[in-house]
């Protein structure tokens, strides 16, 4: 049987983690988060990390997207080594190559959502317009509208848009349908396939429903802060056509 980390094309991996460990110091308490991770993501994939709370899911997403770093371990992304930056280079990582979406939507109540994704397209050196980000999600007739006057799956919908206006390589994504309703939620994973599949943009969705796994180029399972299995999908499912 193939290695299933090497089920994906048999090309460099955008991403090599060997090893990662991660501890957390709260008080005289350890808490062992990940305990020796290894992982490759190749580009242009869509990958859903699958497992239980406090099974090191969310802790592998932030150090995959600069937002941590590792205790002791390795993680390369293309030819940069993720865990020997300093604040500065992983300030500047997050904001050239990585796009975030999380379960909250993170919108600034006083403007709209073409403002939202604005602040995102002002500091990229390579943006899309608000406009074509907006649209990309299906919200060209809401563009003006404030938070408030959107649903919930309106409101990720813009978050997306935001995280991925900078065109960024890397889409992460932590229980983005978590806030919503089944039907809300499978609306908010078709744009996220949809922007994995347009542009390209290598996808890691977190999620605690085992269904959404079906969707998934690969899905890494995760236990007790390790990676338990890798598995993958001979025929990916539509996200339309799931049900849960």
């Not at 350890?30 to 090191?56: F, T, W």
Request: hydrophobic residues 45%.
């Amino acid at each position: 049987m193939a290695d299933p980390q090497q089920a994906a094309p048999r090309a460099r991996p955008l991403f090599e983690a060997r090893g990662l460990t991660k501890v957390y110091e709260m008080g005289e308490v350890q808490v062992q988060a990940l305990r020796g991770v290894d992982l490759d993501l190749y580009a242009g994939e869509l990958v859903v990390l699958l497992g239980p709370s406090g099974s090191g899911k969310s802790t592998l997403l932030n150090i995959l997207g600069g937002l941590d770093a590792p205790t002791a371990g390795t993680v390369r992304y293309a030819d940069h080594e993720l865990h020997l930056d300093d604040d500065a280079s992983m300030t500047q990582y997050r904001r050239a190559h990585v796009g975030f979406v999380f379960q909250f939507y993170n919108l600034i109540p006083s403007l709209t959502a073409r403002e939202n994704v604005a602040l995102v397209t002002e500091i990229a050196e390579n943006p899309m317009t608000p406009e074509e980000a907006l649209a990309l999600v299906g919200l060209e007739q809401r563009m003006d509208h404030f938070p408030s006057q959107m649903s919930g799956g309106e409101q990720q919908r813009v978050a997306i848009a935001r995280a991925v206006a900078k065109r960024p390589q890397v889409l992460l994504c932590d229980e983005p349908t978590g806030a919503l309703d089944a039907q809300t939620g499978v609306l908010v994973l078709e744009v996220i396939a949809q922007v994995n599949r347009e542009l390209g943009t290598t996808t890691v969705v977190i999620t605690h429903n085992a269904v959404i796994a079906a969707m998934a180029d690969r899905v890494v399972y995760f236990g007790d802060g390790l990676v338990a299995r890798i598995e993958c999908n001979a025929t990916k499912v539509a996200a339309r056509e799931l049900h849960w």
